[in-house]
């Protein structure tokens, strides 16, 4: 959600800006715009994409050594140009971009109207701007330290970067509550809203913690807190190659996401999973183990997808460790005052591992004395630095906006969690234990295998690609999964989706069957098959279309759906793991058939770090 570009340095900064700017699309935006800073203040901005901005400033004074950039998704303001980031300050000498929401903006507004301020923009960044400025110019003092007296005043989340037209050789930024890393070169340095923009030129970075300002120069690198007292930075190695955020020959990166899955699956299982010895090594988790056995209940919390991996895990860790487990959406979960006792576990699950929710849901839980668990992709990320303990995917970044592959990683490491809390907990028989662990090795060929259908599965789409409604059934381990390929539908294709539990299709939903609908059915061998099935007969005989995602030999499945998907058999605690693939390349055909962008589906961000 939003993205942010800078640089100073020897090169010349225009590039490396619009390059990162467009290496940050996938987050979701709605304008862009540049400011450089060489014998005078420069901004240049654009409603619409990257592109845009690029054809509409050809021709223009581009040299600067020093320069910030931005892709916005629209909170304060409707999309357009002059709400469009970098912003300049009334008085024209400081320019500045921000991720983030400044909830008092309205307050700092109207004092700064009374003082003679007026805004060219409908933004809250303007505001906080302008209040720097204000601060600047009132206490005759420098950037740096408007910025902190500033930052004590402001409610809300943000990263900002500003540039000093009268210090030409300085970028101050700060952060709280969205993510900001600072790639260090030879006297050089390059600021993103995440690596992906400077892993090409420093594998060396800095992530910016919360309530730190950072004095950056082309050689230097000081950071501070708002107390103004130094803080020590600390220099990470950066685990990401080039060619991991670049499509590799697939029309999308959703696409090439999809059929890494095999590969992602085995690399979260790698170095953890040992089906020949029976063990499960999670060093994250082991400090940690005793306490998570004796819980009296563990907690979820997650928004959007990876919520829909921990309805999943619920079912596994109830079923398999015995242990009471909740499922919270984490926006609802910061603000309801839920009880929460000492010794209880959270587990945190996020992609991006910056999910505001779910960040300052963690947060709340750790004071009352919680602990808590990461289950993140991104290395360094906020949740897993909030974390006492966890484990990383190890998916690699995910650039498509809709979750694939991150999801199955998230599955593959939640049970990988709960076998082995089962196992050393004693509440699963040993005979089970290394059966699971075998299949689980054998999940990222399962995978594989399904992924062989994607182009009966197209063939699919292309015959409901009109549809304008549709319903995603299942039932147990594969209730969740439902729910995961109407979201995915929702997201990429824009055609109203819901999933439901299968025997909760009669209270309600059933009115909406007709001869138009498609029900996609999540039907593979498990305890509630034949209650599944029942749930087929009653949708054929409303002439509902019946899509079903199946196992081999499922002769009363077939007879009843108008179309079959066949997947491999797995147990029912691992299905999900596989099931999940084709309703993501059904829901990807489909938005493709539709002619959308699935890998930037409107109005949505990768990275939501504002409420």
């Known amino acids: ?211 730190e300002v950072a004095i950056i120069k082309p050689d230097e690198l000081i950071l501070k807190n708002l107390g103004n007292e130094r803080q020590t930075p600390y220099i990470t190695k950066l685990d990401m190659e080039l060619a991991a955020i670049e499509k590799g020959g697939y029309d999308h990166f959703m696409l090439k996401e999809i059929f890494e899955q095999p590969q992602t699956i085995y690399d979260c299982l790698r170095g953890r999973l040992d089906a020949d010895l029976g063990t499960i090594t999670m060093s994250g988790i082991e400090k940690y183990k005793e306490q998570i056995m004796n819980a009296n209940r563990i907690v979820m919390v997650a928004c959007g997808t990876s919520w829909h991996a921990g309805l999943v895990a619920e079912y596994i860790f109830e079923e398999l460790c015995r242990i009471n487990v909740e499922v919270e959406y984490a926006s609802e979960f910061r603000y309801r005052n839920p009880v929460i006792n000492k010794g209880d576990v959270i587990i945190a699950i996020s992609q991006s591992g910056e999910t505001a929710d779910t960040l300052v849901a963690i947060e709340n839980a750790k004071k009352q004395g919680a602990i808590i668990l990461g289950v993140v992709n991104v290395v360094g990320s906020s949740i897993s630095r909030v974390s006492d303990a966890g484990a990383y995917t190890h998916a690699g970044p995910e650039i498509g ?147 079903s995602v199946i196992n081999e030999g499922d002769e009363q499945s077939t007879a009843l759906s108008n179309d079959v998907i066949v997947v491999p058999e797995a147990d029912e605690i691992l299905a999900p793991m596989i099931s999940v693939i084709p309703l993501q390349l059904l829901s990807y055909y489909v938005g493709v058939a539709r002619g959308f962008d699935v890998d930037k589906p409107r109005n949505l961000a990768k990275s939501v770090t504002v409420e």
Not at 143 to 159: D, Q, S, T
Not at 460 to 481: Q, W
């Open 1 to 211: 959600m939003c993205g942010i570009v800078a640089y100073i340095g020897p090169r010349e900064a225009y590039p490396v800006i619009l390059k990162g700017l467009k290496r940050l699309e996938y987050r979701g935006y709605d304008s862009a715009g540049v400011a450089l800073l060489n014998s005078g203040l420069k901004v240049y901005k654009k409603k619409g994409k990257v592109a845009d901005l690029e054809e509409s400033i050809v021709g223009k004074d581009l040299h600067a050594n020093i320069g910030i950039g931005h892709t916005r998704w629209a909170t304060h303001g409707e999309p357009n140009d002059r709400n469009a980031h970098p912003h300049l300050s009334n008085g024209g000498r400081l320019a500045m971009i921000h991720n983030g929401i400044i909830e008092n903006y309205a307050a700092l507004k109207q004092e700064l109207l009374k003082n003679g301020y007026h805004f060219q923009s409908d933004t809250d960044t303007e505001v906080l701007l302008n209040f720097i400025e204000y601060i600047q110019v009132n206490n005759n003092c420098s950037l740096e330290e408007a910025v902190r007296i500033a930052l004590k005043r402001v409610v809300g989340a943000y990263v900002i970067v500003l540039i000093d037209q009268e210090n030409p050789d300085t970028l101050i930024a700060a952060r709280k509550g969205s993510p900001l890393v600072i790639g260090i070169g030879k006297n050089e340095h390059f600021l993103a809203s995440d690596a992906s923009p400077i892993i090409e030129y420093t594998k060396e970075v800095v992530y910016v913690n919360d309530y």
């Open 401 to 547: 906006v809709a979750s694939t592959k991150a999801f199955t990683a998230q599955l593959a490491v939640l049970t990988m969690i709960a076998l082995k809390i089962a196992h050393d907990r004693g509440s699963i028989d040993k005979e089970r234990y290394h059966r699971l662990l075998h299949e689980l090795n054998d999940v990222p060929d399962k995978v594989k295998a399904t992924l062989e259908q994607h182009e009966h599965i197209k063939a699919i789409a292309e015959k409901y690609k009109d549809s304008t409604d549709s319903l995603f059934l299942g039932r147990g381990y594969n209730f969740p999964v439902a729910l995961e390929g109407a979201l995915k539908l929702k997201e990429i294709s824009y055609i109203h989706a819901e999933g439901y539990p299968a025997a909760e299709m009669k209270h309600g939903p059933i009115a909406l069957v007709d001869e138009k609908l498609p029900v996609v059915f999540v039907a593979t061998r498990d305890s509630y098959h034949e209650k599944v099935v029942s749930n087929m007969q009653e949708i054929r005989a409303r002439k509902g279309r019946i899509i």
